[in-house]
């Protein structure tokens, strides 16, 4: 999301967006799909990440959080690098897109329907454009999470 990508502007809305439960596809090779479900959240007071839990039918759920902008561009074109990387499919039947996560040690593919992804993503843009991102954000909290975990609370 550019900010010369006006239309998706805050409106008065309520500054909550329920969860998003998506099926999709895991492909375990080839020809193999797995189905599965995944629920992808929105708060409102870290806006640039979506957090995704990868619901197992069997075992432990796993949790990734992604940039909302490498969600949003991958419904419509090549997006992200490293471990993460997300593009649309071949056009089809059934618009979708693909969401690759990879490691030294694993790798996973993911088929994502676009259209649900797509609208629940411009609903989250309608609360807090992609300019206001980083507006309400404490970087020295945000620092010290992500280096050494929660911060205690200051008195």
Known sequence: MHRDQSPLRARSTPQHVPSLLL???QMLDEFTRQPLQA???FDADMPAVITVEFLAERGPSLIWRFGRELLYRGLTSMSGCGDVRMWPTLPGERPSSWLLLESQEVEALFELPT???AEWLDATY????AEAEMA???W???LLELLDGPAAPSE
């Open 23 to 25: 099926d999709l596809d």
């Open 126 to 129: 309608r609360i807090i454009p």
């Open 39 to 41: 629920e992808f959240r």
């Open 140 to 142: 020295d909290d945000f």
């Open 136 to 138: 309400g954000l404490n």
């Open 115 to 117: 259209a649900p992804l």
